[in-house]
């Protein structure tokens, strides 16, 4: 079952210097085959990705490492274990990719990733990331918002809300043989949630392209919902009329709802959601409204019972 609690939480300290130079290689080869096949230009060769600056950072906290950020993951579809992802991702091909928008929109469109690149507004943005499983991290995202992708399809008024769908190939991903998760993995947002500034698509980190196990290409980063939210290696994405169905929420719906913000004062079944490890700390931390967002985003739940919908 997924979501479980793990058998123990990595300690930076027992992070392999072997397993560290098998990601850098694999950073670097995935930059290396784009350059090579012509689709970044030779600057980018290792992966570099430029990004401005963002307003939208978490002040005062320090980033958790590349090792950290890339052999603490969840990752179903490359095993349940937080080391699964960094050692089975090197079968995932992310060239060529689309992204497939459509639904309640005038104009639906296949976006190639490298186009789409060129289309958006690339930003570092350092923000909180935290599990349902009470564990937290932060990350220099580089990405865009969503709504600057939503936009180029022209929502119609009956958009009411977007579903993500990322990729389910058997032949690249070894979890989909684990009936986990009704694969593929879903994920949605109500559509002011999908429009809001903070919502963007990240398609790197730490100055490079993402790393295959953080959701490469192309991933959804809502920073004040759990991390269940942000679906990785997107292929579609739909705007709909109805609340869509969520993988997490079909898998057990008494623990995970459709808003999923975070929310200490709602204890998942399992994990108490008022406080939270920092990923390479020891005490641990006390977690705030929406992840820390609240002044940002908690208009957009007015008057609505988020006990209820949680
Ligand atoms: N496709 C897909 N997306 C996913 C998941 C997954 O298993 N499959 N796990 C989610 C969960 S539970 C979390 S906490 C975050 C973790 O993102 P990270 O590994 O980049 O920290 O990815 C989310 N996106
Ligand atoms: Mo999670």
Redesign the pocket.
């Known amino acids: 079952m997924?979501?479980l609690p793990q058998s123990g939480d990595i300690l930076p300290s027992e992070i392999t210097p072997e397993a560290v130079y098998l990601n850098r290689r694999q950073l670097i080869a995935a930059g290396a085959g784009l350059a090579a096949a012509g689709l970044l230009p030779t600057a980018q060769a290792a992966g570099e990705l430029a990004a401005k600056p963002s307003r939208y950072n978490v002040g005062g906290e320090e980033k958790n490492s590349l090792e950290q950020?890339t052999h603490?993951?969840?990752?179903?579809?490359f095993g349940t274990d937080k080391d699964d992802?960094a050692k089975n991702v090197g079968t995932l091909k992310t060239r060529p990719w689309t992204v497939r928008v459509e639904g309640a929109c005038e104009k639906p469109q296949t976006f190639d990733i490298d186009k789409l690149l060129k289309l958006v507004p690339l930003e570092e943005r350092l923000y909180r990331?935290?599990?349902?499983?009470a564990w937290s991290?932060v990350?220099p995202w580089i990405g865009f918002p969503l709504s600057e992708l939503l936009k180029q399809v022209a929502p119609t008024s009956k958009a009411k809300y977007v579903e993500f769908t990322?990729?389910a190939d058997k032949s690249q991903m070894p979890?989909l043989l684990a009936g986990v998760?009704d694969w593929?993995?879903t994920?949605g947002l109500r559509i002011d949630e999908a429009m809001h500034p903070l919502a963007i698509m990240a398609v790197g980190l730490y100055g490079k392209v993402l790393p295959n196990?953080?959701?490469a290409p192309i991933?959804?980063v809502v920073p004040w919902k759990?991390?269940?939210?942000?679906?990785?290696?997107i292929v579609k994405i739909r705007l709909l009329e109805t609340q869509p169905a969520t993988?997490?929420n079909k898998a057990a719906p008494n623990e995970y709802g459709f808003y999923s913000n975070v929310n200490p004062e709602v204890d998942h079944p399992r994990w108490s959601q008022a406080t939270e490890r920092r990923i390479g700390e020891f005490l641990r931390r006390k977690t705030l409204p929406f992840n820390g967002y609240g002044n940002e985003v908690a208009g957009l739940y007015k008057g609505m019972d988020l006990k209820k919908f949680y």
């Open positions: 997924p979501h950020i603490y993951n969840n990752y179903y579809e992802p990331l935290r599990c349902v499983e991290m990350i990322s990729l979890g998760l593929p993995y994920e196990q953080n959701g991933r959804l759990y991390g269940f939210k942000s679906a990785k290696s993988a997490w």
